[in-house]
């Protein structure tokens, strides 16, 4: 049955997932991102934190993206709140 149903739900997350970027907030950003990033893993359980935070930091505005870049975070929590500290600053 997920066959027949879920056939290409895999591929589609994916792509959205390549695609989010951040429009608005972080807060709006963080929300879409973990979202899929959750979808990602109920299809496939190898993805790590150094790849979901490189991802996450990719997705960024670019004014924030090499700031967050040069504290090298180990996780998307550790990237999120370094992202709304800068955020305030901003």
Known sequence: MMEKFD???????????????????????????EKL??????YNHAYDDTYFVNRFVTGLKDEIRSVIALHR????DTASALVLIQEELA
Do not use: H, T
């Open 7 to 33: 056939k290409n739900q895999y591929q589609l997350l994916l792509k959205k997932f390549d695609a989010v970027r951040q429009k608005g907030s972080v807060m709006e950003y963080q929300l879409s991102f």
């Open 37 to 42: 990033a959750q979808g990602l893993l109920l």
């Open 73 to 76: 975070p180990k996780d998307v």
